[in-house]
């Protein structure tokens, strides 16, 4: 079975400041791999995704990811963070080998000071 | 842009009562989820469903939960007798049939069990 794990719990930083969010998953096949966010009272929204092809995604809001294989990695960046990006953040797994499932990690929590 | 909606946005309920979740997936959708958080842990993966009938579940998915598509719209979540550990943040989850890894979450219903 998939795991994902998120090693910050809690991050918080000034506006301007560059972010980066780990995410490391296990399994053995082919994954795909999303990053949700998830604003202060409001539901869970794709941020980006990567199915295939190049490994380095961009999706909304500024922000980007990079797929590595070798380390089972997909970690979330953004150069330059604002205080609307204060959020919890989620990295989530699916493994097409074993349906439709999303695995999350256990989340993000991002506070950037104004 | 359409939205997945869910009913109520909180549910207080006695433990050993029967509850009901609801959920309107975006119209056009074909797949159908339900995932759980309790709080402080992770989103869990609960059932997906698919023309009518459950393509895969979890083990948390016993004979206590069940779920039904009554209708064209509505997708429902079933706590046939609610325990105190089902207290959880509860997110419906859609995909389209040519995107069916790309899953649209609800705003989640908040259940209490008392």
């Known amino acids: 079975a998939q795991s994902v794990s998120q090693h910050n719990h809690h991050v918080i930083l000034s506006e301007a400041a560059s972010l980066e969010l780990g995410c490391n998953y296990s399994?053995?096949?082919?994954?795909?791999l999303f990053w949700y966010v998830q604003y202060p009272g409001q539901h869970l929204q794709l941020l980006l995704k990567?199915?295939?092809?190049?490994?380095l995604v961009k999706g909304i809001k500024g922000f980007e990811a990079e797929f590595i294989k070798s380390k089972f990695s997909f970690n979330l960046r953004k150069p330059s963070v604002q205080w609307s990006d204060t959020a919890e953040y989620f990295c989530?797994?699916?493994?097409?080998?074993?349906?439709?499932?999303?695995?999350f990690g256990g989340g993000t929590r991002v506070l950037v000071k104004p | 842009e359409p939205e997945v909606t869910q009913t109520p946005s909180h549910q207080v309920t006695q433990m050993g009562q029967e509850v009901i979740l609801r959920c309107v997936p975006i119209?056009?959708?074909?797949?159908f989820y339900w995932y759980r958080q309790i709080l402080g842990q992770k989103v869990e993966f609960l059932v997906s469903?698919?023309?009518?009938?459950?393509?895969?579940k979890s083990e948390i998915f016993d004979d206590q939960f069940s779920v039904e598509r009554p209708d064209g719209s509505n997708f429902t979540l079933k706590i046939r007798s609610t325990k105190l550990e089902d207290s959880a943040m509860y997110f419906c989850?859609?995909?389209?049939?040519?995107?069916?890894?790309?899953?649209?979450f609800g705003p989640g219903t908040r259940l209490t069990v008392l």
């Open positions: 989850a859609s995909s389209s049939l040519s995107s069916y890894n790309e899953q649209f």
């Open positions: 399994y053995g096949g082919t994954v795909n």
């Open positions: 990567y199915f295939s092809g190049d490994p």
């Open positions: 989530a797994v699916n493994a097409p080998a074993a349906g439709n499932k999303l695995t």
């Open positions: 119209s056009n959708h074909l797949y």
């Open positions: 469903f698919y023309n009518n009938e459950i393509s895969e």
